[in-house]
């Protein structure tokens, strides 16, 4: 089964082009099935390009998802057309009454801000508390998981004397997770982060480290009792967003050494490699059929 999209938005021409399979909301509503409902609260700064990110790889499940865009109630972005939001973004404060199989909750360029000093913490994490009322489980990425194991479970970030900046080889710690379900004994991550959450307090909470890397620390977490995963690194990125990334930081004249084992021979004129992409549709087709196989089928049983 397609992922459900609005015909009008711009991730639904381009998941058709890349052989996606795509369903306008009419053709959905003749499938007598009760499809996922998947919200992706998107923190980002360029909203189309993640909302594309996360929709290639939700969709290329076998399961009908319905993809629901949502933003914080008051902040206003300042990178995407005010058109775009309006259309096709809903205010947490409109959906908070809903119930979601699913939670996405991306990453935000504010690393170097101590969490209670982003403007919006204070609804983030309402909320973080309604995901355990109204969401079966709950993807936080990047800065967003990293908020979340902070404020469940009080683990720090920390700050960088550099940034952790390439592909990472990681190593998967838990080969008999349902989430890792066909994945190597490593595997390589795309990275970009100036903080990074220690091992050491990851455990003291109690908490599984399902991948992790020798050089960029632990990178997916799951917490049980919050039906919760953490990924602190970018599998969702595509080919080109790390170059992206070191143009702009060049561009700005911003100190950044170039992304590590990304361009063959780390040589920024020769096009990058993408050596994720099957582990990513993996751990987000892992991740939706886990939801699949335990969420209820009656939308107001979730989260009792």
């Known amino acids: 089964m397609p992922i459900k999209l609005p015909a009008a938005l711009p991730a639904y021409d381009v998941l058709s082009n890349e052989g996606v399979m795509v369903l306008d909301e009419d053709t959905a509503a003749r499938q007598d099935i009760r499809p996922l409902r998947i919200a992706l609260l998107n923190l980002m700064p360029k909203k189309i ?36 939001m309006e259309e096709f973004y809903r205010p947490f404060s409109d959906v908070k009454g809903e119930k979601f199989d699913g939670l996405i909750i991306t990453g935000a360029p504010i690393e170097h801000l101590p969490f209670e000093d982003v403007t919006y913490w204070d609804e983030l994490t309402e909320v973080f508390d309604w995901t355990q009322t109204h969401v079966h489980s709950t993807f936080g990425v990047c800065w967003g998981g990293m908020a979340m194991i902070n404020y469940f479970h009080g683990v720090k970030k920390h700050m960088l004397d550099h940034k952790a900046f390439g592909c990472f080889r990681h190593r998967n710690t838990a080969p008999a997770s349902p989430y890792l379900r066909g994945f190597s004994d490593d595997c390589v991550i795309p990275v970009s982060r100036w903080t990074e959450m220690r091992q050491d307090e990851i455990d003291k909470a109690g908490l599984t480290t399902l991948i992790t890397s020798d050089d960029a620390g632990p990178a997916l977490v799951e917490d049980r009792a919050h039906r919760a995963l953490y990924i602190f690194n970018h599998f969702e990125y595509d080919s080109g967003t790390l170059k992206q990334e070191y143009d702009r930081d060049i561009s700005n004249g911003t100190p950044i050494n170039v992304p590590m084992n990304y361009y063959p021979g780390d040589d920024p004129s020769q096009n990058p490699q993408n050596r994720w992409r099957s582990h990513a549709h993996l751990l987000y087709g892992n991740w939706i059929n886990e939801i699949y196989q335990t969420t209820h089928f009656e939308m107001d049983k979730i989260g009792t």
């Open 49 to 84: 390009q993640t909302e594309n990110q996360f929709a290639r790889l939700i969709g290329a499940t076998p399961l009908q998802i319905e993809l629901s865009l949502v933003r914080m109630s008051e902040h206003q972005t300042k990178n995407t057309a005010a058109a775009h």
